[in-house]
């Protein structure tokens, strides 16, 4: 039967320029991170590393949409992959927080690692905007993921942006 | 003089988690990354703004509304 457990989380206390989970054990089938996050920082976007690895092995495909507006963009051989649209900026009205999820399929299989992001940033105002996001994105190492680390795109997180990861058993 | 930044390290087969003062170097590829990402943002907002402006001078040469133009392309 399948199961969905939670194996880790954090909840900051303070303001963190990055989380990182360590140590994931190769016990699930895929994995499922899922934060809600706030930058200090005018920025929206959240960056993807695995295994400590900043080499150029990342690509981003997405599309997306705020208020009025469609966009899509495609980022190549990046030290990261870009989750766009992901993270709440500092203007956003206080206290709003972004939701997010990354979904990685088969972590430890000994192949190129796909997988996805998606996110929305919501201003909890009447007038004035949101945006709703999706990017596909590839690491392409065949090694198996042992840690993942978010960082924003600038600043840090605040206090009170929160991470949990799960991992999925088709066992 | 601001606090150092600090990361937090979530060991997941013990459950502890660390917060780590970030190095020199991990603070100096910290702004370094912000330059450009503000760069990369300030882009990417501003073609979302200039698509928008081209959609709505488009429709107005048309004559017609943005319902309009969207039942043409259903």
């Known amino acids: ?171 | 003089m601001s606090d150092t930044p600090t990361k937090v390290v979530v060991d997941c087969s013990t459950g502890i988690t660390e917060v780590l003062p970030l190095t020199e170097a991990e603070i100096a590829d910290m702004e370094t990354a912000q330059v450009a990402a503000e760069a990369e943002r300030v882009e990417r907002e501003a073609k979302v703004a200039a698509d928008a402006t081209a959609k709505s001078a488009l429709l107005k040469k048309l004559g017609i509304t943005q319902e309009e133009a969207r039942l043409l392309l259903s």
Request: glycine share 4%; net charge neutral; charged share 10%.
């Open chain 1, 1 to 171: 039967m399948a199961t969905y457990t939670l194996i880790s989380s954090n909840v900051l206390s303070s303001s963190a320029a990055s989380v990182t989970f360590s140590a994931i054990p190769a016990t699930y089938t895929d994995l499922v991170l899922r934060y809600a996050a706030r930058s200090t920082l005018n920025s929206t976007d959240t960056y993807v590393t695995f295994n400590g690895s900043s080499a150029t092995n990342y690509s981003a495909t997405f599309v997306g949409a705020n208020t009025t507006t469609a966009a899509s963009s495609r980022e190549t051989s990046a030290t990261y992959a870009n989750n766009i649209w992901t993270m709440n900026r500092s203007t956003t009205t206080a206290s709003t927080f972004s939701s997010a999820e990354l979904y990685i399929p088969s972590y430890t299989v000994s192949q190129n690692k796909p997988f996805s992001g998606t996110g929305v940033i919501e201003n909890n105002s009447a007038t004035t905007g949101f945006n709703l996001a999706a990017t596909a994105m590839l690491w392409r190492v065949t090694s198996a993921i042992t840690s993942i680390t978010i960082t924003p795109e600038t600043g840090s997180f605040v206090a009170d942006s929160s991470f949990y990861l799960y991992g999925i058993s088709n066992a």
